[in-house]
């Protein structure tokens, strides 16, 4: 790939995703696949100002080998250095960029039982951290390829060329060619169309239904408002945008309204593993049934991780007629599939999604609605003859999708 563009992806990355101001400390957390561009990034934020950059490596099969061999015990201890490394992010406010190019497979071969076990010994010592940054700090998710990632989409294609044609579709897909920056001005703009006329509505729940058989029905907070784009970091009001690429416009769902079948329309990369040809069915907000081809205990586990993993933490709206949908790839990586098709999320709801959410605590938000659980994970639902009614408290029908898009 042309150095010339990959400098504009990291110019965009950091200064439009990241947003990296004059003395903050940032970390960024990478696989192997691309360390030139890493080091790009890294110059990028020292260039906006940055004190101090951290590169956190990851490398998947010593991952695996660590879940494999390592006892439950080791796996789930919260060390005295990630104690100390999240005091110092609480501290900072660090800002958080994750490099992703994992491979959607990688971790095929673990003890899910065991992950899943980790990660809930582990999170009571996180929560804390975690609600004391929540949306404090600047954080941004973009992709570059790794090997078995493009390989996985590719399969026909020689590695070399997999990898050079994945970041075609990257770059065109997070808008870099041409004027990044005022790309994003302008993409941002028109989300925020679609966010005021949706919230003009106030509505009370929104209908789904579609051919493959999803008939499902949830509720919408009182208090939430839909959000794309974006965002602003509360206390110090840096203008971020945590994902590129996005698409999408969203919002937190009530916790305890949701009835009926959503049929997901992609398969579901978690925990290095893909859920294929899946449903769930709900039943007064929570996930009562799930059924999935492939991996379906993984799907009954995820939803059973917390009490809140079986409710819904939010609810997205992408027209099926997005730039990332008519790539036409399926690019097993939520980051990339959750931004081509309307989706749902099982657990943690956002906080920042409530009106005036800054006066309100953590467990304010959690009594008024918003989900709480340790896992927020993103799962695909819309179809090319998706219809979406917005009904508010006082009856009134709007058509919002009509055949897979907008329809206001
Ligand atoms: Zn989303």
């Known amino acids: 790939m042309q150095k010339e563009r990959l400098q504009k992806y990291a110019e965009l990355i950091i200064k439009c995703g990241l947003s990296v101001q ?3 400390e940032v970390i960024i957390r990478c696989g192997l696949d691309q360390p030139d561009f890493v080091a790009m990034c890294v110059e990028e934020c020292y260039k906006r ?226 859920i294929e040809n899946f449903w769930i069915r709900f039943e007064n907000g929570k996930a009562v049934e799930v059924y999935a081809e492939k991996n379906q205990e993984l799907l009954e586990k995820m939803v059973s991780m917390d009490e809140g993993a079986a409710y819904l933490g939010e609810v997205a709206l992408i027209g099926y007629n997005s730039p990332i949908n008519n790539t036409g790839i399926l690019f097993y990586n939520t980051l990339f599939d959750e931004n081509a098709s309307c989706h749902l999320a099982l657990g943690r709801g956002f906080n920042n999604c409530l009106e005036n959410y800054e006066n309100y605590s953590v467990e304010e938000c959690e009594k008024l609605g918003v989900n709480s659980s340790m896992i927020h994970v993103d799962f695909m639902i819309g179809s090319a003859d998706m219809d979406i009614v917005g009904v508010t408290a006082d009856g009134k029908r709007v058509q919002i999708f009509k055949n897979g898009n907008w329809a206001i």
């Not at 956190?56 to 015990?73: A, F, I």
């Not at 971020?240 to 009926?260: H, Q």
Request: proline share 5%; glycine share 8%.
């Open 22 to 24: 004059k003395g903050q």
């Open 49 to 274: 100002g940055a004190e101090r950059v951290k590169v956190e490596w990851s490398y998947m099969p010593v991952t695996k080998l660590n879940y494999n061999y390592r006892s439950l015990e080791t796996l789930s201890e919260f060390t005295a250095v990630e104690k100390a490394e999240w005091e110092r992010k609480v501290e900072k406010l660090s800002c958080l960029l994750w490099l992703d190019s994992d491979d959607p497979d990688g971790l095929n071969g673990t003890d899910s039982e065991k992950i899943s076990k980790a990660n809930q010994a582990r999170f009571p010592f996180i929560k804390p951290y975690r609600d004391a940054v929540e949306n404090k700090y600047q954080w941004c998710i973009a992709a570059v390829p790794g090997k078995e990632w493009a390989k996985k989409i590719y399969p026909d294609l020689e590695t070399e060329q997999a990898v050079e044609k994945l970041w075609e579709d990257i770059l065109l897909c997070s808008r870099v060619d041409g004027d990044p920056i005022k790309a994003w001005e302008k993409h941002n703009e028109n989300l925020a169309k679609h966010c005021a006329v949706l919230n003009g509505y106030k509505f009370a729940k929104l209908e789904y239904k579609s051919e493959n058989g999803t008939d499902f029905t949830v509720g919408l907070n009182p208090k939430g408002i839909f959000m794309g784009g974006g965002e602003n970091a509360l206390g110090s009001n840096i203008y971020y945008n945590p994902n590129i690429p996005s698409e999408e416009v969203f919002t937190t769902p009530m916790r305890g309204i949701a009835d009926g079948k959503v049929v997901a329309t992609k398969p579901l990369s978690y925990q290095g593993k893909l």
